[in-house]
């Protein structure tokens, strides 16, 4: 991995977005340009935007900046508004959603950087709207970045 020695500004709405029809994801940094990866998230309203799951080499910060999201932290739940925090090192079963039934916008903090594959990854695997994906496929993608779905 090649760190940039140059600073980095990228003004709202700029960095690399994946597809509106689904989660609102815009990379701010990630692997190639930082040791950490930070991202926006606009989950939708009463989508589970990231089910429970842990990650073994990854820590996560998040930082809501509109709406609320439903946190799961380990066995309990908590709703944050906008201006909380949530860090979660590793090896702690996380999830979330926006409950909804209005907009939500998050940042996100992973460290490393190569923690975002997982994001990306799991767009890939659910980007063909016409059939779920395959529940092997998706194990298999938590498998390659040390991380485990947990089951409800």
């Given amino acids: 991995m090649t760190i940039s020695s140059e ?3 990228l003004g709202p709405g700029e960095g690399r977005s994946f597809p509106v029809d ?13 040791p950490v990866a930070l991202f926006e998230s606009e989950p939708p309203p009463g989508v589970v935007t990231a089910p429970p799951h842990l990650h073994r080499d990854y820590t996560e910060s998040f930082y809501v900046l509109a709406g609320e999201i439903g946190f799961r932290i380990g ?3 908590v709703l944050c508004a906008s201006g909380a925090f949530v860090h979660v090192p590793p090896g702690v079963v996380h999830g979330f959603q926006n409950p909804g039934p209005g907009h939500a916008k998050l940042l996100i903090l992973v ?4 923690g975002l594959g997982i994001v990306e990854d799991s767009l890939t695997l659910t980007s063909d709207t016409s059939r779920p994906p ?9 498998a390659k970045y040390h991380s485990e779905l947990i089951q409800p």
Avoid: C, N, W
């Fill in 134 to 142: 395959d529940p092997r496929e998706i194990r298999a993608m938590f």
């Fill in 7 to 9: 600073p980095l500004i």
């Fill in 75 to 77: 066995d309990r739940t």
């Fill in 111 to 114: 460290y490393p950087a190569a």
């Fill in 22 to 34: 689904r989660p609102t994801i815009t990379v701010k940094t990630d692997a190639g340009t930082s």
